[in-house]
């Protein structure tokens, strides 16, 4: 299996799907243009990809759910603006280009990303108008995708990160900062698109604990790459992280061991899904967590 | 009918449903101050209000949509954190005490609201736990909000503000912020309430002219306290609209002009329901309306 071109193609369909949902003009244009320079910066359409396989795993037609998939994309995307501001991390650059808050100030950053973040629940909401969804399912991914951008998940994260700033790592809150800020949209992310496929409870248990790990080791991989990885395959300068003294796996572990626990956490996910049937839609998600292990950028 | 004790009487239900919805601890500790110091701020909670009143005009039992209602509140909340920022209103009180970002950074600010607004999302498809509650219905009310509270709503209408600040007001421009910075979700808080009570088309678009028009009276009768009301009773400084150069209805029109622009626009939302039954429910539809227009805070 060519798991390259399957997640090109994904990432495609979703890149469609939100380039013409972003087509009509809307007032004012200044956030049109805030918004869809941050959401057309070069996303890998991670979260959507996932979501779709997920929901392929389990039987489901991804075609069905490209608009909730997509809409995941702008949860992200969100909070890589907000992230970026000032008052956060202060970042001037992202993939290479200088962050929104740069271009359009911080007022139109935090409104894009306040505007991202809605319209994300708006599409979600919206896939009511197809009849292949149960409205049920629809409503517990809704309420998936919420919590786990929310207080208890990703936003609850962010905020961990804000107050751990300058201050000695330790284990707990740095599984609590990975888990909630990164982990925890990943995972959802796969749940949702295993309920909107119906999917049994066994297996969106599986899902659940096969988001749980590559989650985490999507973050592991990310820190690695951060001190080892090619500065032009990245899109951004190496490094960053701990000039910003950031609270990462391979500062608190060693590069060694962080990529030892990747490794496992890889493992955990692949035996996850051991139960999954053998047919083309469940191997990709193999495929993906194998090739989560070995990517570059 | 006393109308004070019926708004009383709910906005104690809305607080008691938020106060036990944000009992439990969450980590960090700080999000939670954050969230918590600005949602029991002495907000009157019209917005859910007015969501629980149109769902008993038109026949609903307005018990099964306190959770619902009272996510409006979190929106409203947030919107107004936000808007507190430097990078927007940059004030620093807001009903008599310090704003968000004052007492608890800028970072934590953002992520409050952040927070509140995902919250919302999370409470509203949390209501399918609740069997008297239609799946369809449901979701059409979550439509309706994530579209009123976003780009082309609230976030849309306060983008447009930050971009007017300290330039000539036009009405073209005037009209569009507050329809859309408050209006909006005036207006969907009503047409949510109708919806989860499964009203009729005729009903709802008579909720829809009413909200319009009240969701303008309230903007107008807000500028028109801003120079004429009293200090103590408003719980702020008056005058803080012309110190800022905001674009209000009193400054383009004159302050006679805007008090008969308010009396109108609360003459045809009463208009626009004149419809409904004399039933005790949709009456304090009408009440509120009069109530708006003589409002001293």
Chains 1, 2 share one sequence.
Do not use: W
């Not at 809150?173 to 990164?182: D, M, S």
């Amino acid at each position: 299996m060519d798991i390259k071109a399957y997640l090109r193609e994904k990432k495609e369909l979703v890149d469609v799907f939100l380039k013409e949902y972003f087509a009509p003009n809307f007032v004012p244009a200044v956030l049109k243009e805030s918004i869809t320079y941050s959401l057309f910066a070069g996303g890998k359409r991670i979260r959507p990809i996932l979501c779709l396989a997920a929901c392929e795993a389990c039987d489901g037609d991804s075609e069905d759910i490209l608009p909730f998939a997509s809409s995941i994309e702008l949860i992200h995307t969100y909070s890589l603006i907000h992230d970026d501001l000032p008052a956060m991390d202060n970042d001037d650059l992202r993939r290479g280009k200088p962050t929104n808050h740069k271009v359009f100030g911080e007022g139109m950053a935090i409104l894009a990303g306040d505007g991202l973040l809605t319209e994300a629940f708006f599409i979600m909401a919206n896939s009511l108008s197809n009849k292949n969804i149960k409205n049920t399912a629809l409503i517990r991914a809704i309420k998936e995708v919420a919590f786990a951008s929310g207080i208890y998940g990703m936003a609850g994260g962010q905020a961990q990160d804000l107050l751990s700033e300058n201050s000695e790592p330790d284990k707990e809150t740095l599984f609590f900062i990975h888990k909630h800020k990164t982990g925890a949209l990943i995972s959802c992310s796969l749940r949702a698109g295993a309920m909107l496929a119906n999917c049994t409870k066994p297996a969106l248990n599986a899902i659940t604990r096969y988001g749980e790990n590559i989650g985490l080791a999507f973050q592991i991989i990310d820190d690695i790459l951060d001190i080892e990885g090619d500065t032009q395959e990245l899109g951004k300068t190496t490094g960053s992280d701990e000039r910003k003294k950031k609270m990462t796996y391979p500062a608190l572990y060693g590069i060694e061991e962080s990529k030892n626990k990747a490794k496992e956490l890889i493992s955990e996910a692949l035996f996850s899904i051991k139960d999954f049937s053998n047919k083309a839609e469940p191997l990709r998600l193999r495929e993906i967590a194998k090739y989560f292990l070995e990517r570059k950028s």
